[in-house]
C-alpha cells in the first residue's frame, strides 16, 4: 500500500477527485491534526471539535473541484475549518451574548518582557481559556486576519462588537499570562 507521503499533492488531490477512497485517507491523515489543532482554537470541547473537523473534510471532498492551485491546498483547507466553525458556532444559538463595546473595560498595556518565555503551545493553551466568543473573535482577528468588519458580517453582529470582544479577549489573555 502506497503511503500518502509517498504521493504527491497533485497525485492525492487527483485520486480524491475521481473519489477514491485511499486518496481522500491520505489527504485527511496528511492534514487532520494540524487542522484538528484549528477546531481546538475555535471549540474547546474536544468533542466538538472533532464534529467540527469531520464536518469539515466532508465540506473538502465535495468542494475539491473548487480548489485552483492559486496557493496552498493547506491554506485552503484551512479556511473551509475555520468557516466550519463559525457555522458550529452560528448552529450553537447563543451568539446573543456578545459583550457589547460599553461594557469592556480599558485593555491594559502590554508589559514588555513578561511573556518573552512563552512559547507559541504556552499561549494557546491561555486562548483556549478564554470565554467562547471572545476567542472565537481573537482567533479571527488575530491568528486569521480577518478584520472587525469581515468578522462582524460572519458572525452577525457589529463592528463594536467584535471590538469590544477582541478587546476584552486581549484583556483577559494578558491577565491570564500575567498569572502564569
Aim: aromatic share 10%.
Amino acid at each position: 500500500m502506497t503511503k500518502y507521503f509517498d504521493l504527491t499533492e497533485q497525485e492525492i488531490i487527483k485520486g480524491c477527485l475521481n473519489k477514491d477512497r485511499k486518496a481522500q485517507e491520505q489527504l485527511y491523515r496528511k492534514y487532520a491534526n494540524e487542522m484538528f489543532s484549528v477546531c481546538l482554537a475555535y471549540e474547546a470541547d474536544r468533542d466538538a471539535a472533532k464534529d467540527i473537523l469531520q464536518e469539515s473534510f466532508i465540506k473538502v471532498f465535495r468542494n475539491l473541484d473548487k480548489y485552483n492551485n492559486d496557493g496552498p491546498l493547506k491554506g485552503w483547507i484551512r479556511r473551509i475549518v475555520v468557516n466550519t466553525a463559525i457555522d458550529y458556532f452560528r448552529r450553537k444559538g447563543d451568539q446573543g451574548r456578545f459583550v457589547d463595546v460599553d461594557q469592556v473595560a480599558e485593555v491594559i498595556p502590554s508589559q514588555e518582557g513578561e511573556t518573552q518565555n512563552l512559547n507559541v503551545k504556552d499561549i494557546l493553551s491561555h486562548v483556549k481559556k478564554l470565554p467562547e466568543k471572545a476567542r472565537l473573535v481573537f482567533n479571527l482577528f488575530a491568528l486569521e486576519g480577518y478584520s472587525h468588519k469581515e468578522i462582524a458580517i460572519k458572525l452577525d453582529i457589529t463592528e463594536g462588537t467584535s471590538k469590544s470582544q477582541f478587546s476584552r479577549a486581549r484583556q483577559l489573555l494578558q491577565q491570564s499570562l500575567k498569572a502564569s
